[in-house]
């Protein structure tokens, strides 16, 4: 990716004070008009949002290009692989044929944070990207806990740029098809290639570089192609014991990625290393559908507020703030189920409507509100609250937290109860106190990270048996895998560990077997 020009900026580099006048007028921009309205902004972000941010990196693309970062989740360095060109593809023919519209932006969790503008956008687009994207989006990758926790900003773009050198190199070494073989099957299951639960080594991208160079240096000076074939290595011995057979290797767990890159027997040292690449990646994006809706929701909050700022201080004109308007609206718009909006919620509109409602609570309470959140009603800092959410929330627990009756009428939501025995839908949850808490319960109960994972784990693999690598999946009688797409997974899965591979699907209530799924691995050997 070439870009047309960069910007690159960061707090300590702002340049001079306010300067009086438009920034520009009319739908035509350059380059100077782009690094005036960063600066604008950025003194509305910093000054008075006070916004803590990591250093910008503002990028000018085409609209192919723009394509073209679609396809590589958004990131400006990846590995080549054919399922990146097939997304590409389908994105534009789509584009093409006016079945889906381009984003005004992309913008990358990383430090520094890098942003991506199309260069076909207005003037207006333009700065209320920047300040959507550049500080909205900026300010919450840095803030909330999950990406804290999860995430490592300043090494990711130095780990894609070993993965992508690292995998090519093993495609000059090993050939294209026995490389993508790995990679098909480590992205078949990258979803559940992640660690999930608290306590988990924090990411170390730049370490894992380290690492890597060790391990091949090690393995260069000691590796030895028979003992492959060698029954009863050490590290098998003693594990005949099935208790302690799953303790030594750490069962269960529910990262498949991770349990094989460490125990898979007939992987090559390049395997390995492909497979941990594939598995760090996945888990670098585990925070982004965690926090989507608040994500979104603080952008958009971030941007009008900005650009709301910059109209009254004359900065942009009664035109530019009503392209704003304009394009804030069909952002946040909510089709109804009836019109194409499915059945979930457009998670700009329902965040914004959040921030929104919730600066309102603290500034202008209703006796409602003062009864629903005591502990912000009135205080008189929205600011302080949103950022203090922004921090510290997810989507689940933000709306079980925020969620308020006047966001509830405003989506008309009411709750329905399927009982498939009965030959009705019953309305079980209406606009009254109890029927609020409801609804709000059932809305929070839908963005449970649970719902974005399989709960399968492997509980159990006889090293110094058959090698048959069993897994279970905790579900619920009517919520079984597909079989046709369990099979295949699980092919995959069999080819990376080298034996045979079991999946039983449980009962969680009961713990009866409600389905056996079988997979052996497509090739054999050492």
Same mark, same amino acid.
């Given at each position: 990716?070439?870009?047309?020009?960069?910007?690159?900026?960061?707090?300590?580099?702002?340049?001079?004070?306010?300067?009086?006048?438009?920034?520009?007028?009319?739908?035509?921009?350059?380059?100077?008009?782009?690094?005036?309205?960063?600066?604008?902004?950025?003194?509305?972000?910093?000054?008075?949002? +006070?916004?803590?941010?990591?250093?910008?990196?503002? +990028?000018?693309?085409?609209?192919?290009?723009?394509?073209?970062?679609?396809?590589?989740?958004?990131?400006?360095?990846?590995?080549?692989?054919?399922? &990146?060109?097939?997304?590409?593809?389908?994105?534009?023919?789509?584009? =093409?044929?006016?079945?889906?519209?381009?984003?005004?932006?992309?913008?990358? !969790?990383?430090?520094?944070?890098?942003?991506?503008?199309?260069?076909?956008?207005?003037?207006?687009?333009?700065?209320?990207?920047?300040?959507?994207?550049?500080?909205?989006?900026?300010?919450?990758?840095? !803030?909330?806990?999950?990406?804290?926790?999860?995430?490592?900003?300043?090494?990711?773009?130095?780990?894609?740029?070993?993965?992508?050198?690292?995998?090519?190199?093993? +495609?000059?070494?090993?050939?294209?098809?026995?490389?993508?073989?790995?990679?098909?099957?480590?992205?078949?299951?990258?979803?559940?290639?992640?660690?999930?639960?608290?306590?988990?080594?924090?990411?170390?991208?730049?370490?894992?570089?380290?690492?890597?160079? +060790?391990?091949?240096?090690?393995?260069?000076?000691?590796?030895?192609?028979?003992?492959?074939?060698?029954?009863?290595?050490?590290?098998?011995?003693?594990?005949?014991?099935?208790?302690?057979?799953?303790?030594?290797?750490?069962?269960?767990?529910?990262?498949?990625?991770?349990?094989?890159e460490k125990n898979g027997q007939r992987l090559a040292p390049w395997e390995r290393e492909i497979i941990r690449i594939v598995r760090l990646i996945a888990q670098y994006f585990y925070p982004q559908p965690q926090a989507k809706m608040m994500n979104e929701g603080c952008a958009t909050w971030v941007h009008y507020r900005i650009m709301s700022r910059l109209h009254e201080q004359g900065r942009i004109d009664d035109a530019a703030f009503m392209e704003t308007i304009h394009s804030t609206t069909n952002v946040i718009s909510q089709p109804g189920f009836d019109t194409g909006g499915g059945p979930n919620f457009n998670p700009y509109a329902l965040g914004y409507a959040m921030m929104t409602d919730i600066a309102r609570t603290c500034e202008a309470p209703t006796e409602e509100d003062r009864a629903?959140?005591?502990?912000?009603?009135?205080?008189?800092?929205?600011?302080?609250?949103? =950022?203090?959410?922004?921090?510290?929330?997810?989507?689940?627990? &933000?709306?079980?937290?925020?969620?308020?009756?006047?966001?509830?009428?405003? &989506?008309?939501?009411?709750?329905?109860?399927?009982?498939?025995? =009965?030959?009705?839908?019953?309305?079980?949850?209406?606009?009254?106190?109890?029927?609020?808490?409801?609804?709000?319960?059932?809305? @929070?109960?839908?963005?449970?990270?649970? !719902?974005?994972?399989?709960?399968?784990?492997?509980?159990?693999?006889?090293?110094?048996?058959?090698?048959?690598?069993?897994?279970?999946?905790?579900?619920?009688?009517?919520?079984?895998?597909?079989? =046709?797409?369990?099979?295949?997974?699980?092919?995959?899965?069999?080819?990376?560990?080298?034996?045979?591979?079991?999946?039983?699907?449980?009962?969680?209530?009961?713990?009866?077997?409600?389905?056996?799924?079988?997979?052996?691995? @497509?090739?054999?050997?050492?």
């Amino acid at each position: 990716m070439s870009p047309l020009d960069v910007i690159e900026t960061g707090q300590s580099g702002r340049r001079g004070g306010s300067s009086p006048g438009l920034l520009y007028s009319g739908s035509d921009w350059n380059f100077d008009t782009l690094r005036n309205s960063y600066d604008a902004i950025e003194r509305i972000a910093i000054d008075e949002l +006070e916004l803590d941010v990591y250093a910008n990196r503002i +990028e000018v693309i085409t609209s192919e290009q723009m394509l073209d970062v679609y396809t590589s989740h958004g990131m400006p360095l990846i590995y080549k692989h054919w399922s &990146f060109g097939k997304r590409f593809v389908g994105h534009e023919n789509a584009y =093409k044929r006016g079945l889906m519209g381009l984003a005004y932006e992309v913008v990358i !969790n990383s430090d520094p944070c890098i942003s991506y503008l199309m260069e076909e956008n207005s003037a207006t687009m333009q700065a209320l990207v920047i300040a959507h994207a550049a500080f909205g989006h900026n300010h919450f990758f840095k !803030n909330n806990r999950l990406f804290r926790e999860w995430t490592e900003p300043s090494g990711i773009l130095d780990y894609l740029e070993f993965a992508r050198g690292y995998i090519a190199r093993c +495609e000059e070494r090993h050939g294209v098809r026995a490389v993508e073989r790995i990679l098909d099957a480590a992205h078949a299951l990258q979803n559940q290639g992640v660690h999930r639960h608290s306590g988990a080594r924090p990411m170390d991208l730049k370490g894992e570089q380290q690492r890597d160079r +060790e391990r091949r240096e090690h393995e260069d000076r000691v590796f030895n192609d028979l003992w492959r074939t060698v029954p009863g290595s050490k590290a098998e011995k003693g594990l005949d014991n099935a208790a302690e057979r799953r303790r030594r290797l750490g069962l269960p767990e529910e990262n498949l990625l991770y349990f094989i890159e460490k125990n898979g027997q007939r992987l090559a040292p390049w395997e390995r290393e492909i497979i941990r690449i594939v598995r760090l990646i996945a888990q670098y994006f585990y925070p982004q559908p965690q926090a989507k809706m608040m994500n979104e929701g603080c952008a958009t909050w971030v941007h009008y507020r900005i650009m709301s700022r910059l109209h009254e201080q004359g900065r942009i004109d009664d035109a530019a703030f009503m392209e704003t308007i304009h394009s804030t609206t069909n952002v946040i718009s909510q089709p109804g189920f009836d019109t194409g909006g499915g059945p979930n919620f457009n998670p700009y509109a329902l965040g914004y409507a959040m921030m929104t409602d919730i600066a309102r609570t603290c500034e202008a309470p209703t006796e409602e509100d003062r009864a629903w959140f005591p502990d912000i009603a009135g205080n008189g800092d929205a600011l302080g609250t949103l =950022k203090h959410a922004w921090a510290e929330y997810r989507d689940e627990s &933000f709306i079980q937290q925020f969620m308020s009756p006047a966001v509830m009428r405003q &989506f008309k939501l009411f709750r329905l109860h399927d009982d498939a025995e =009965k030959p009705y839908l019953l309305v079980d949850a209406i606009h009254n106190p109890q029927g609020y808490r409801d609804i709000r319960r059932s809305v @929070a109960q839908s963005y449970d990270p649970g !719902n974005f994972y399989l709960d399968i784990e492997v509980v159990d693999v006889d090293l110094s048996g058959d090698r048959c690598l069993k897994l279970q999946h905790l579900t619920s009688p009517g919520h079984l895998l597909d079989e =046709k797409d369990a099979r295949a997974t699980l092919r995959q899965l069999a080819d990376l560990w080298g034996y045979e591979v079991k999946l039983l699907e449980i009962d969680r209530q009961t713990q009866t077997v409600l389905a056996t799924h079988l997979a052996s691995p @497509a090739r054999t050997g050492p």
